[in-house]
């Protein structure tokens, strides 16, 4: 009767996707016994023999893990829930699916698991014609089997139904006017436990009164199945706020509260450390304020605690010693769709898994393929000269602290941290951490100040645009204080993934670096556009009204809550990230943002900001560079050295240098996209000023001729040829994208080009296309993933070409 009695509290792993492995399930069996918490429930959804192959017995192996499993549970303290879910395909009236039902539970009986639970959830109410024949409705089907399965178990003290109408907002009509939950509560057994979510599926408060209604209508108190935590619905969020909304004196109405966590094991030390808390808080009979649950000081504990976990060298997986560990050792998260990685335009791509692979048994990944690794590790030795990062001199919008001043790439950009070598996480980078990815309802301090700088910046934005009116310099002053506000945030977030990319522990890379790869990608774009605005955005741009104007939510809510309505989380997707780039001129464009990390992550700390004049010389050496390697290195073939830079970048550099972008890292620039708003205005001003400074620069003959220049202005003429109307119509816009194939972290090169169309997008262009070989195919796939269609080939300026365009 006590244990009946007893409130359970813990765990359950029920989330959709890669479930956790058996050493991470010891260790999470750790952390529950030292934070008082009692319960596991075990029903990962993807777990085939848990839900798809529900029928089917557990092999030997797989028999020694699970009672291995059990008796690490219980050797803690804790009470082991083995949950079945045969809702999906089983027949209730089918004699032959209830003896398979009862033969799977009791051999997990016999392994000595003590609790149960029957899942219903996420199921069809449709029944098939035998079903419909035998019960009166789908309600009493689940209820007849439930109650037979609890009666061979031997009534068992802990046993929990999860039914089909699991929260408020799936019965039908109401919670109290439901005939399944009706049902439910009259014919079920009075001592099976009804599991119950809240209102919502993922319940952003429970309320004592929610909680009574239900309570009345299932006759007796339900078990909360917690998803506050839980993320298995959006791929590019993550949870580590605390245990919060719900009140420890909810206890009276419950008979227990289990949390279904993130997917990723490393994100739950926090959920699960001030879930702790409050279950304490709840237990003490005190009523003085040191007692009182409160979740912000919860938070701070937890934050103390994990800062330890965090810079232990912890291997991914939590795996142990042994090499071969393949079976326990978590890969990638099934919850997402099937996505490959993003080619380099200039380097071939291999297929990638939806999330970074790392070797288990080696305290750091590799940087990049054999041939990129082998140049990395040449620059190791700057790298660790200078493992603490440098303070960050913040400057005005449109400037990047220490920009190198046309120095080659091995001259290190001053100024500028160094993101190498095993550094630990500080307490101010673990805050920002878990500011940025909060609470499915709620953000945290940090996600509020960008959300809203750049909700503010982007609203004012005229107060500094090109063409703008006189604006009182103390408004100028108070747009650029916010951007610099804003710009060093951003700043922070491109650390904080440096950090924990360089950090010791790879347990906690392996789990967390598709999220701060996701923000700190996101984050250059909005510090890129936010840069780009000030003195080059048009305000009299009947486009620019259209998204500058745009529905946008910002602050502790989301934009569930300024709509007026209690949505579910997954309505608005990808938390923090996909906010910010909503407030994006091409906020809509998902598939510019939404792609898998980098197969080998790195800690290079990676900047992209609008085109000064200074960075001339050292992108004139970029694509001089470019060129010899297509060439064979054969130097002598290019007499003058601005050649290659005049040809392939002075226009856009001379008469548009607004809509060009750098990429740089620690050791310089490393890529840039250059673009032109108004490709036929752009051609009459470079016949009007360019082509005559270039048959200066370059006369035909004569003392000041050089070798092998002589057709350089017949090839610069026939660049500057005519595009068909039919294309300009629709695509006024075009753009060229230039890296260094040793470019570490592949992926940089989309966030600079999605810099480039935030910026045509600002000031009114519709469509951008891009001209590219047909013998470049990584150039053609790496376009065509990001939205571009092929629209003419080789039809332009009657040269063999592809050209692409894209709709902005």
Not at 178 to 197: A, C, F, K, M, R
Not at 270 to 278: A, K, N, Q
Not at 525 to 540: M, P
Not at 565 to 586: D, N, T, Y
Request: glycine share 8%; with cysteine.
């Amino acid at each position: 009767m006590e244990e009946k009695k007893q409130f359970l509290c813990g765990v359950v792993e029920g989330f959709y996707g890669r479930p956790w492995s058996m050493d991470q399930r010891k260790v999470l069996f750790q952390w529950m016994q030292s934070w008082g918490l009692n319960t596991y429930l075990y029903g990962p959804k993807d777990d085939l023999k848990h839900r798809l192959l529900w029928r089917e017995v557990y092999s030997p192996e797989e028999e020694a893990q699970l009672r291995t499993l059990i008796v690490e549970a219980q050797s803690r303290g804790l009470k082991f829930v083995y949950a079945l879910s045969p809702g999906q395909d089983i027949v209730f009236s089918s004699a032959c699916d209830l003896t398979l039902l009862k033969r799977k539970l009791r051999q997990v009986s016999d392994l000595g698991c003590q609790a149960f639970a029957i899942l219903f959830d996420d199921i069809d109410h449709s029944m098939c014609q035998a079903d419909s024949e035998a019960f009166s409705s789908f309600a009493h089907a689940q209820v007849n089997v439930t109650n037979e399965i609890y009666r061979f178990l031997g009534e068992p003290p802990v046993f929990l139904f999860c039914p089909t109408e699991y929260c408020g907002s799936l019965c039908s009509p109401s919670v109290s006017k439901s005939p399944y939950l009706q049902t439910v509560g009259e014919d079920l057994l009075p001592n099976i436990t009804v599991i119950w979510t809240g209102s919502k599926v993922i319940s952003r408060k429970l309320s004592v009164d929610c909680l009574a209604e239900v309570e009345s209508v299932l006759q007796r108190p339900p078990l909360i199945w917690d998803n506050l935590h839980a993320n298995d619905y959006d791929s590019r969020r993550l949870f580590l706020g605390p245990f919060k909304g719900r009140e420890p004196q909810l206890r009276s109405h419950l008979r227990g509260l289990l949390l279904n966590p993130n997917c990723e094991f490393e994100a739950n030390y926090i959920p699960l450390h001030t879930l702790g808390s409050w279950y304490r808080a709840g237990k003490e009979e005190r009523k003085d304020e040191e007692c009182e649950y409160c979740p912000d000081r919860a938070l701070s504990a937890a934050l103390h605690d994990w800062m330890e976990e965090l810079n232990q060298p912890l291997q991914a997986g939590r795996q142990s010693t042994r090499a071969d560990q393949r079976s326990s050792a978590p890969t990638s998260r099934c919850k997402t769709p099937d996505r490959s990685d993003c080619p380099s335009t200039f380097r071939g791509s291999s297929a990638v898994a939806k999330l970074p692979v790392f070797p288990l048994n080696s305290s750091s990944p590799p940087l990049s393929p054999t041939k990129v690794k082998e140049e990395w590790e040449g620059r190791d030795g700057e790298n660790k000269r200078s493992n603490q990062p440098s303070q960050t001199n913040h400057q005005p919008p449109g400037s990047r602290p220490g920009a190198p001043s046309g120095g080659s790439r091995g001259q290190k950009a001053q100024g500028r941290g160094i993101c190498g070598g095993k550094g630990l996480l500080s307490e101010s980078q673990v805050r920002l951490l878990v500011g940025l990815h909060y609470l499915p309802h709620e953000h945290g301090p940090s996600a509020q100040k960008l959300l809203q700088d750049l909700t503010w910046l982007k609203s004012n934005c005229q107060l500094v645009s090109a063409n703008t009116k006189k604006t009182p310099p103390q408004k100028i002053d108070e747009w650029r204080g916010r951007a610099s506000r804003l710009l060093a945030l951003c700043e922070d977030i491109a650390q904080l993934h440096c950090s924990v990319v360089g950090g010791a522990n790879r347990a906690v890379l392996y789990d967390l670096y598709p999220y701060v790869w996701d923000l700190r990608n996101t984050a250059l774009v909005a510090k890129a556009f936010i840069c780009w605005l000030d003195g080059r955005v048009l305000s009299d741009s009947s486009t620019l009204g259209s998204w500058r104007n745009c529905f946008h939510w910002c602050g502790k809510t989301t934009g569930a809550d300024l709509l007026g309505v209690e949505s579910e989380p997954w309505v608005f997707k990808g938390g923090v990230s996909g906010e910010v780039q909503m407030l994006l001129p091409i906020g809509s464009s998902s598939e510019l943002f939404s792609h898998p990390p980098p197969l080998f992550p790195t800690s290079r700390l990676y900047n992209i900001r609008p085109y000064h004049s200074k960075d001339k010389l050292e992108l004139y050496r970029m694509v001089r560079q470019l060129h010899l390697r297509t060439q064979g290195g054969q130097e002598s073939s290019i007499a003058h050295p601005d050649v290659i830079g005049d040809r392939c970048l002075g226009p856009c550099l001379a008469l548009c240098p607004e809509y060009s972008f750098i990429l740089e890292d620690e050791l310089g620039v490393c890529g840039c996209v250059l673009g032109i708003l108004d490709v036929r205005s752009f051609a009459k001003r470079c016949q009007a000023t360019w082509m005559p400074a270039m048959r200066d620069k370059y006369p035909p003959k004569g003392g000041n001729a050089h070798p092998n220049t002589q057709d350089l202005i017949q090839l610069m003429e026939e660049d500057q040829g005519e595009y068909p109307d039919s294309l300009l119509y629709h695509f006024p816009s075009q753009l060229r994208l230039d890296a260094l194939p040793e470019l570490v972290d592949i992926s940089v090169s989309r966030t600079l080009l999605t810099a480039l169309l935030t910026a045509l997008k600002a000031n009114g262009s519709q469509g951008v296309f891009c001209e590219v070989q047909p013998t470049d195919r990584q150039r053609l796939e790496f376009l065509t993933k990001l939205g571009f269609l092929e629209i003419l080939r080789g039809e332009a300026r009657s040269r063999e070409g592809v050209v692409l365009g894209r709709l902005l």
